[in-house]
């Protein structure tokens, strides 16, 4: 191979790397703005149980369309507010207990739960998106739910 040909073959590959290159910095990864358009609603509530309030555990949201799921901690007087906003659309609602997990007693230290912390209050069709027939329809706005369990 003569040393001219040798630098024109040389002189391409770069070209071509270097086309390559300025390609790939040009079209990025994609993730220039809110590449997902869904309507999207923001979800706030109160949840009772047999007309008492809901205040310990979590409630979940899992939508009928796709089975993706939303969910809440409970705080006090049964209120909840899931974090980010989620897709319009017809949710199941199921409801968990609160942690069995050591719990933390008036003296500071961890300890047991007794069993009236571990009664599990919420209903047992409530537990399963299987067996719950609570459903909610979640619109593009704001939605301030009251779900009353029985």
């Known amino acids: 191979m003569s040393l001219t040909r040798f630098v024109i073959y040389k002189l391409d590959y770069c070209l071509l790397l270097s086309a390559f290159l300025l390609a790939s910095v040009l079209t990025g990864c994609g993730g220039g703005g809110d590449v997902d358009k869904t309507p999207k609603g923001k979800v706030t509530g ?13 409630i979940h949201f899992t939508s009928e369309k796709d089975g993706n799921a ?33 719990i933390k007693g008036a003296d500071g ?24 027939d609570k459903t909610v329809e979640i619109k593009a706005s704001d939605n301030e739910l009251t779900i009353d369990l029985k």
Do not use: D
Request: cysteine-free; hydrophobic content about 35%.
């Open 70 to 102: 939303f969910g809440a901690e409970m705080k006090a007087e049964g209120v909840f507010e899931i974090a980010a906003p989620i897709p319009a659309g017809s949710y199941k609602v199921t409801l968990s207990p609160p942690s069995l997990g050591p």
């Open 46 to 58: 109160k949840v009772t149980v047999g007309g008492a309030p809901f205040a310990k555990g979590s």
């Open 109 to 132: 230290q961890m300890r047991p739960p007794t069993a009236k912390e571990m009664k599990n209050n919420v209903p047992k069709k409530y537990r399963s998106t299987a067996s719950s």
